[in-house]
Every structure is written in C-alpha cells, then in structure tokens.
C-alpha cells in the first residue's frame, strides 16, 4: 500500500538539514541571552545624568548589561560601511561565522590549553582579528569612521540609559554589586 504526501515518522534527516536546525535553534537560544531591544530603549528610562560620577557609573552598568546588544549595534554598523566593498564584505561575513560560532552560539566558555577564557577577552580577540583583517582589504577610512559612529551610539546610550531599573544577575551582577560596594565605601571614607 502506498501512501502519498506523508512522511514516514523513521526517515532519517540529513545531517546537513540537522546541522542547519541546530544552528537556527542555537542562534535564537544565543540571541535570547542578549537583552531586549524594548527594555535597551525603554523611553522612561532614558535621562540626562546629574554629574560625570552617575555618567561613567551608567557606562559601567550598561556595558555590563547590554555587552551582547552592543556588540550587535557596532557590527551592524560596521556591515552596513562594508555594503559597498565585496571583497570587504566578503571578510567580514567570514569573520561573522567567526563570531557567530565563537561568541554568540557556544553552549561553554572557550576552553584552549585547559583554560577557560573569559567572554570579555572572546570578545577583544574577535574585534581585533575583524578589525586586522578588515584593514587588510584597504577600507582602513570606512572602518575607523564606522567603529567610531558605533562608539558614539554606545557610549551615548549607555550615558543616558538609567540603571536602577535593570535587573543585573549571574556573574556580572556579582561584579557590579562588588564594584558598587567598594566605590561606595570608598567615597565615604
């Protein structure tokens, strides 16, 4: 008896198609330890700091809370200088593939040698191999004048982004309340 139009449940899948559906799952998986957009550009929570010690304490939170969305604004910035130079383009799509597999969809820390590496130095590696071989392709102008739009936009967000509606858990929330204590204790004394 044939039947048409149905797949039986004990056909194997591709280890291709398997591949893609694990990567499309880990990258929404991944995509959701970032923060939300909605919560990034909360228009209640944006306001002029009272004095440079609540700006730079705003930049340190926000970095902290908002690293993977940062990252993500800088790199879309970064693409969108690159549309008009393919061998640029090029590149910077395989370095994303760097990125995407090495810090955006890994499951653990990046272990070399037996040694855990930390997200943050992750993160300075990869910029910095983007940005060498990027300078490699001669769009040194469109690099410098994108990663500095990208700073701009970061930095004036993460100025004007109030912190005492984030909620900041795990190992950087540990960090910043240590962070917080001491400088609190040390501007008492």
């Not at 590149?91 to 593939?97: E, G, R």
């Not at 500095?148 to 960090?175: C, K, P, Q, W, Y």
């Amino acid at each position: 008896m044939t039947t048409y139009g149905t797949i039986p449940a004990g056909t194997p899948v591709s280890p291709s198609l398997g591949y893609i559906s694990f990567a499309r799952e880990r990258i929404r998986s991944s995509l959701g330890t970032r923060r939300p957009w909605k919560e990034m550009v909360h228009l209640r929570s944006l306001s002029i700091p009272a004095n440079a010690a609540e700006a730079f304490q705003r930049i340190k939170t926000n970095a902290a809370y908002f690293r993977m969305n940062y990252v993500i604004v800088i790199l879309f910035i970064l693409f969108l200088s690159l549309l008009w130079h393919p061998i640029s383009l090029i590149v910077f799509v395989v370095t994303m593939a760097a990125w995407l597999f090495l810090y955006f969809l890994r499951d653990g820390p990046v272990v070399i040698l037996g040694r855990s590496i930390d997200d943050r130095v992750v993160m300075v590696v990869l910029a910095v191999v983007t940005i060498v071989l990027l300078f490699l392709t001669d769009v040194t102008i469109n690099i410098l004048v994108s990663l500095l739009i990208g700073v701009v936009v970061v930095l004036t967000h993460s100025v004007v982004r109030m912190t005492e509606d984030l909620f900041v858990d795990g190992e950087d929330g540990a960090r910043l309340r240590l962070r917080d204590a001491a400088s609190s204790s040390f501007s008492t004394t």
